[in-house]
């Protein structure tokens, strides 16, 4: 004799024509669940979740949840008939709803069930009638899997929902699901490398660096390799003897680009450079440098920063930002002509003579090709 277990028997609320038991809450879509059944009332679809297409829009419908030890009898009373096999992954389910979410505990002891969705009133909304009322019944039993059936259908709208189903291709099985994610993740970590190979390559002026030694100078050495980039390598085979000598020859040229080489202090600082000595007063720090420029005593100066920041990204390049007074980048490639690092100190000179103007970097080579 076969025993009834009643584990629901309430009011569900319905959104899209839909609720569902287990699996995903934000999946509302008609024929979600039944892609690749013959029936599309009982979506299963998916292992441990069940989808169920009701005949209201929106609003609340009654459900009574059945579990039985056999297959039951089935009443006459129900219109609309489906079945297909359960696949249990929890014994708790959620009964996700259209407001809320409702647990159920199925208790269910085998890892198979048959499951029948009974429906009466199913075609209410679409025939503006309310008698009888629409309401639901579903029925577990252990069985075998087995496909999906219609075991009854009377109404129009269930016709085309059973008909969307069949036309509808099976869903991805989650491990399908779960590699083509994996595929895609790839695929998008693929791009974003290409990409931003691409855009270092661009900076560095076509070409990546070989060497650790230039990647950790890129700050210094990205502008000048857009400018030449044969000469950032020219310059990092140098020996450092030498590039302290580039150094001091991008120091003068900035000099006499802004203007300033015959001013004595500044003079006199870039004969310091060409000789190796330490720098004069003047000329021990940015700060010293600045106030001489622009004759302010050290106890009376004050130094201001400001910046200009783009944050639109189709505004890059077409934004002209302010340049910096030549006679300020000249004191900016004196100072930095005696960095610690000498490839730095060539680097980032040059770089500040580059950006007052042109430089003869044909010049530049003649002179350090032949030492």
């Known amino acids: 004799m076969d025993v009834v277990h009643v584990l629901f028997d309430d009011r569900v609320s319905v959104e899209f024509h839909v609720f569902r038991l287990g699996g995903d809450v934000a999946a509302h879509a ?47 009373v129900w219109t609309e008939v489906a079945e297909a096999s359960y696949t ?21 002891d085998q890892d198979t069930y048959r499951v029948r969705f009974c429906a009466i009133g199913y075609d209410n909304e679409d025939r503006v009638v309310d008698d009888p009322p629409e309401r639901y019944l579903l029925q577990f039993w252990p069985a075998k899997a087995g496909p999906d059936r219609i075991v009854r259908q009377t109404s129009t709208v269930a016709a085309n929902r059973h008909r969307v189903a069949q036309k509808t291709p099976p869903r991805p099985t989650y491990a399908e699901r779960v590699e083509a994610a994996r595929r895609q993740q790839e695929e998008k970590k693929r791009r974003e490398r290409e990409y931003f190979r691409a855009r270092a390559t661009r900076d560095w002026g076509g070409r990546l660096p070989d060497s650790d030694r230039l990647r950790q100078v890129e700050a210094w050495a990205k502008d000048v390799a857009r400018v030449d980039r044969d000469l950032v390598d020219e310059i990092a085979a140098a020996e450092p003897a030498q590039q302290r000598a580039m150094a001091a020859w991008a120091a003068r040229s900035a000099a006499i680009q ?3 080489a015959e001013l004595d202090w500044v003079a006199e600082a870039l004969d310091a450079l060409d000789r190796g000595d330490p ?4 000329f021990t720090d940015y700060r010293t440098a600045l106030n001489r420029l622009w004759d302010v005593p050290e106890e009376t100066a004050v130094h201001s920063f400001s910046s200009s920041f783009i ?8 934004i002209e930002l302010p340049a910096m007074e030549p006679q300020v980048q000249m004191v900016f490639a004196i ?10 100190a060539a680097l980032s000179t040059l770089k500040s003579a580059l950006e007052i103007g042109p430089v003869d970097l044909a010049a530049f080579r003649a002179v350090f090709t032949q030492k």
């Not at 009332?41 to 459900?63: I, Q, R």
């Not at 009964?95 to 199925?106: A, I, M």
């Open 30 to 76: 008609v024929g979600d669940g039944q892609g690749g059944q013959v029936n599309g009332l009982c979506g299963a679809a998916e292992p441990g979740a069940l989808v169920f297409n009701t005949g209201l829009h929106t609003g609340y419908v009654p459900l009574r949840i059945e579990r039985h030890e056999s297959e039951p009898l089935l009443d006459p």
């Open 335 to 344: 100072v930095a002509a005696r960095e610690e690092d000498p490839l730095v």
């Open 279 to 282: 720098p004069p007063p003047s």
């Open 258 to 260: 802004a203007g300033a």
């Open 311 to 318: 944050y639109s990204p189709t505004s890059i390049g077409k």
């Open 88 to 108: 249990r992954t929890e014994p708790d389910q959620l009964l996700l709803t259209g407001d809320h979410r409702l647990t159920v505990r199925l208790e269910l």
